[in-house]
């Protein structure tokens, strides 16, 4: 099955600084969403981007799917946004999310 | 417009005993995924339902097991429950198996 790995595995940050979390993937994806796991263990939906770019508010994502890597920038940020970020991937005709081991965030005051 | 919603939110068993966990899509959605986050092996998937039938199964046991009933809601079951089931359990719904997934606050099993 595909492989995904995930980059930085650790991350802090003092508040307001911007950052760039990265996923590689080991093959061909049908999609891929990034997501922010809160404290409590949920997952809340970030991107839904099998390729191209996309922004919401401070947060932006870039997927090159034929370099099979995805990028998540966080701008400006803020205590809140500390946590887990995980990227996941399906494979090419899958439906099953495969998830990376995650980038711990931390942003301090 | 309610989310993914599980039940019950922590489960306390022993071992050996049966756990059933439970889940309800979002309004719509017809396709059920399960997913186990145990400590230091990261999320993994578990099983995928889709109008009502068993569409996928992850490297899991047949000890866990589940069904999703007509009106697309879901159950996970495990069975002769040892100590490393211990674990989060995600759901998660999609509107149909190409489409995004949406997941619940998960289940908190412990066994002792």
């Known amino acids: 099955g595909i492989q995904v790995e995930q980059s930085p595995p650790d991350l802090i940050l003092q508040e307001g600084a911007n950052s760039t979390l990265r996923c590689n993937f080991s093959d061909s994806v049908n999609n891929l969403q990034w997501f922010h796991q809160n404290p409590w263990g949920q997952l809340i939906n970030l991107f839904y981007?099998?390729?191209g770019t996309k922004q919401n508010g401070r947060l932006s994502a870039t997927t090159v799917a034929t370099e099979r890597y995805s990028l998540l920038y966080i701008s400006s940020s803020q205590t809140t946004d500390s946590g887990v970020y995980f990227c996941?991937?399906?494979?090419?005709?899958?439906?099953?999310?495969?998830f990376g081991t995650g980038t711990q965030l931390k942003v301090e005051l | 417009e309610a989310g993914v919603t599980q039940s019950p939110t922590h489960l306390i068993k022993t071992r050996g005993q049966q756990a059933t966990l439970r889940c309800s899509p979002i309004?719509?959605?017809?396709?059920v995924y399960w997913y186990q986050q145990a400590l230091g092996l990261g999320l993994q998937f578990l099983l995928w339902?889709?109008?009502?039938?068993?569409?996928n199964r992850g490297n899991f046991p047949p000890r866990f097991s589940g069904r999703q009933f007509p009106n697309y809601s879901s159950e996970l079951n495990v069975n002769a429950l040892e100590l490393e089931d211990s674990a989060l359990y995600l759901c998660?719904?999609?509107?149909?198996?190409?489409?995004?997934?949406?997941f619940g606050a998960g289940t908190r099993l412990s066994v002792l």
């Open positions: 309004s719509g959605h017809t396709s």
């Open positions: 981007i099998p390729s």
């Open positions: 998660a719904s999609s509107l149909d198996a190409q489409n995004i997934q949406y």
């Open positions: 996941a991937p399906t494979e090419g005709g899958g439906n099953k999310l495969t």
């Open positions: 339902y889709d109008e009502g039938e068993e569409r």
